[in-house]
């Protein structure tokens, strides 16, 4: 049966991102327009802006990822798209666009969850990573720890009760002044290096609360005082800081990286504990989003995988953070199993979806 290849088109958030993927695990090509610019003009994502900045490059990254791939629209055996959660208007670009291509080229479709999209490319990258298995999922909107028991069959263990740590990230970024422009939490991880994660003691979150959730309020609020209760000048950015100045922010950067990444541990070494009562067989974590590509995260969580006799799988940083393969390929893994879509009608308005 298996010979599938299929474009991924994902728009859920800020990065306009398609790829073409083959059953055999192959990536043929993978291409993002990311809005970063855009971020550090306003500061954030802004729904209508981003979508008309998707709206401006789909075309030419599904072009790009076609001919990068050497094939044409009538090669593939089906598209798929990210139908949510994300903002809505964005999302819409990515879907008229595949349902466009769907309609011409009479292909099928194949509604991707962008969740599920971030854990599954795991199995791309291990091709031996079976069902069950535990899957931790770090990102700027999403914390979530979810058992995989089969395709399509997940149970979700725990989810933040508040903020996600990627938001954390972007807000210690934001408020130590660091240059936004590669994203908050590359900046955070790069300086915290130079500081001395013991020298600021920020509470570890939620430590009586002996479940599965997250919670990085707090937290975020703890970094928040520390900046404004310390001597730095967040208004000067940390490239012409002083050095002490420099130190101070290094150290609140690597004091709360600390923490942020030890309630991780914590809450993972749980969901172990309930994930194998539930299913005794699991051998694996996986650990994917755009924070998985964090290496101090991967370095800390490896051990306490390690610690209990798992395997850690951590996709590419590439793949962790948003993109189209991951998209392409949980196309494939329901197509196979003949969930799809059939083409939608040639004739149909742009404004059906
Ligand atoms: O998965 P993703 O690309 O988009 C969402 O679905 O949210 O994740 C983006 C988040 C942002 O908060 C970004 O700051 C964070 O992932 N991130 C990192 C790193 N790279 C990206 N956080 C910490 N360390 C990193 N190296
Ligand atoms: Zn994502």
């Given at each position: 049966d298996d010979d599938l290849v299929v474009l991924g088109i994902e728009t859920?958030?800020?990065?306009?991102?398609?790829?073409?993927?083959r059953s055999n695990g192959e990536i043929l090509s993978q291409v993002v327009s990311s809005q970063a610019d855009?971020?550090?003009?306003?500061?954030?994502?802004?729904?209508?802006?981003?979508?008309?900045?998707?709206s401006k490059v789909i075309d030419q990254v599904v072009q790009e990822a076609l001919d990068k791939a050497n094939l044409s629209e009538s090669d593939l055996s089906a598209v798929a798209v990210t139908i949510g959660p994300g903002l809505s208007l964005c999302l819409r670009v990515g879907v008229q666009k595949a349902r466009k291509l769907a309609g011409t080229y009479a292909l099928p479709i194949v509604g991707v969850h962008h969740m599920e999209a971030h854990a599954l490319v795991a199995r791309l990258v291990q091709g031996e990573l079976q069902f069950?298995?535990?899957?931790?999922?770090?990102?700027?909107?999403?914390?979530?720890?979810?058992?995989?028991?089969?395709?399509?069959?997940?149970v979700q263990l725990g989810t933040t009760i508040d903020d996600a740590i990627g938001e954390a990230y972007d807000k210690t970024a934001k408020?130590?002044?660091?240059?936004?422009?590669?994203?908050?939490?590359?900046?955070?991880?790069?300086?915290?290096?130079?500081?001395?994660?013991?020298?600021?003691?920020?509470?570890?979150?939620?430590?009586?609360?002996k479940d599965c959730n997250f919670s990085y309020a707090g937290l975020k609020t703890q970094v928040r005082l520390a900046v404004e209760s310390g001597s730095i000048n967040p208004e000067i950015p940390v490239s012409s800081a002083s050095s002490e100045d420099r130190k101070e922010r290094a150290n609140i950067a690597a004091s709360f990286q600390r923490v942020a990444v030890l309630h991780l541990e914590e809450k993972c070494e749980r969901a172990i504990e309930w994930a194998s009562k539930i299913e005794p067989s699991i051998k694996h974590l996986v650990v994917s989003g755009g924070?998985?590509?964090?290496?101090?995260?991967?370095a800390r969580l490896n051990?306490?995988?390690?610690?209990?006799?798992?395997?850690?799988?951590?996709?590419?940083?590439?793949?962790?953070?948003d993109n189209g393969v991951m998209v392409a390929w949980t196309g494939i893994e329901h197509f196979r199993m003949g969930r799809f879509d059939p083409p939608p009608p040639t004739n149909e308005p742009e404004d059906a979806v």
């Open positions: 859920s958030c800020d990065d306009t991102a398609a790829a073409v993927v855009l971020l550090v003009q306003y500061g954030g994502v802004a729904p209508k802006m981003a979508e008309e900045a998707h069950p298995f535990l899957v931790l999922l770090i990102s700027g909107g999403h914390n979530l720890l979810i058992l995989a028991r089969d395709l399509g069959n997940y408020w130590l002044g660091l240059d936004l422009r590669k994203s908050g939490g590359p900046a955070v991880e790069d300086l915290a290096r130079e500081g001395d994660a013991n020298s600021i003691k920020f509470k570890v979150p939620m430590k009586q609360h924070v998985a590509s964090n290496q101090y995260v991967r051990q306490i995988v390690e610690k209990n006799c798992l395997q850690l799988v951590c996709p590419p940083p590439k793949l962790c953070t």
